[in-house]
């Protein structure tokens, strides 16, 4: 081994691309991790849709809806120039 050369050890080659060890070491593994992100993607889809048309049966009719707020009435204009400036 020459010095200054680290030894690959690595699934990936120098230019950091996958090799065919690595292909072979995930193919057991592909069919499985598909089907299980299938389900987890048909779960969450499931679950979505049944929120939103839960939601979307909510009657607030019985609810009670409050008065509209009685508007108050503006505030006298005053300056600047009709304060008093204090104790002289």
Not at 27 to 49: D, E, M
């Amino acid at each position: 081994m020459p010095l200054g050369r680290i030894p690959q050890s690595s699934y990936y080659d120098a230019r950091n691309r996958p090799g065919a060890a690595l292909y072979r070491a995930r193919q057991p593994y592909l069919v499985k991790n598909a089907v299980t992100g299938l389900f987890i993607i048909g779960f969450v889809a499931g679950v979505y849709s049944w929120t939103i048309r839960a939601i979307g049966q909510d009657d607030f009719s019985d609810v009670p809806m409050p008065d509209a707020p009685i508007q108050a009435g503006h505030a006298p204009h005053t300056t600047a120039g009709s304060r008093s400036a204090g104790p002289a």
